[in-house]
């Protein structure tokens, strides 16, 4: 069974960063893509970013430039820099493993997801 568990959300000002972390259990982490989605009140959930196997990523229009997702195959962990916030950027967000080893924007894509941790940008 793996287990995700996300961390480093909170409360920040727009313009401000914050990086979060998503820590997985089992062995065969790096055989997968992760991915970091976002569901904000009365929305559907949206792709954020994603990572493959072997480090290519790919991300969403709405943070290219301002979000970085990296991974740490030693660690079992995957990252999601965020800079230049902002308000719209306000969400719970949540990572999960693909169902292969290539970046997929498809929430259907992913098999296991992690209990997400909560972004607030203020203005």
């Known amino acids: 069974q793996v287990q995700l568990v996300e961390s480093g959300g909170g409360l920040v000002q727009a313009g401000g960063s914050l990086r979060l972390s998503c820590a997985a259990s089992?062995?065969?982490?790096?055989?997968?893509?992760m991915g970091w989605f976002r569901q904000a009140p009365g929305k559907e959930r949206e792709f954020v970013a994603a990572?493959?196997?072997?480090?290519?990523?790919t991300y969403a229009d709405s943070v290219k430039g301002r979000f970085t997702i990296s991974r740490d195959n030693a660690k079992n962990t995957v990252y999601l820099q965020m800079n230049n916030l902002k308000p719209e950027d306000t969400a719970v967000y949540y990572c999960?493993?693909?169902?292969?080893?290539?970046?997929?924007?498809?929430?259907?894509?992913?098999?296991?997801w992690g209990q997400g941790t909560q972004v607030t940008v203020s203005s």
């Open positions: 089992g062995r065969t982490f790096t055989s997968y893509a």
């Open positions: 999960a493993r693909g169902r292969a080893a290539v970046v997929a924007v498809n929430r259907y894509e992913y098999d296991y």
């Open positions: 990572i493959s196997r072997f480090g290519g990523s």
